[in-house]
């Protein structure tokens, strides 16, 4: 069943985007890696947003969770989960369960690639069905990822 407050990404949102992408980034990941010159330089709003750029890729395989304000977003590709982030002050309301359900309900999504110190990240993908596969892969040289699959379908119960 689809969401009432999940539609596709348009270019106008890309700012939005791109400010939920960042914050995630800084947020959760720069605790592991330390990286200022990358968390503090290369990755940055401007850049980002103008990846979600009209008629991008990454702005067609993007969809976004507007209630009046854009909360998330997730990006599918093919089956595959690329990016899921909700601005961290909505966190824990049920918006990225929401978006999880609509990728692998509406899209058929059934497969991720999480970091592999991202332990709560693990432990939200687990209680919805997926399962580390045992792959991993270095993206970059120096991001050590872990392959999640959905192995059965669960009720992704939304509280929104």
């Known amino acids: 069943m689809r969401n009432e407050h999940i539609r596709p990404a348009r270019a106008a949102d890309a700012s939005r985007i791109a400010e939920i992408y960042v914050t995630n980034y800084r947020v959760n990941f720069y605790p592991f890696f330390h990286n200022d010159g990358y968390y503090f330089g290369e990755l940055n709003v401007p850049d980002t947003a103008a990846e979600y750029a ?10 976004v969770y507007d209630d009046g304000v854009v909360k ?9 989960i690329e990016k899921l982030f909700v601005e961290p002050q909505f966190q824990g309301g049920g918006i ?17 690639w999480v970091l592999e110190y991202n ?21 970059d040289e120096w991001v050590p990822l872990q392959e999640m ?12």
């Open 96 to 112: 990225g369960a929401a978006l999880l359900r609509f990728a692998a309900d509406d899209l058929g999504a059934d497969r991720l």
């Open 149 to 160: 699959a959905r192995t059965s379908p669960v009720d992704l119960e939304v509280r929104a």
């Open 119 to 139: 332990e709560r990240g693990k432990a939200f993908y687990r209680r919805y069905g997926f399962e580390l596969t045992g792959k991993s892969i270095l993206e």
């Open 72 to 80: 998330g977003f997730i990006r599918v590709r093919g089956q595959e």
């Open 54 to 63: 009209e008629g991008s890729q990454a702005l067609r395989d993007s969809f």
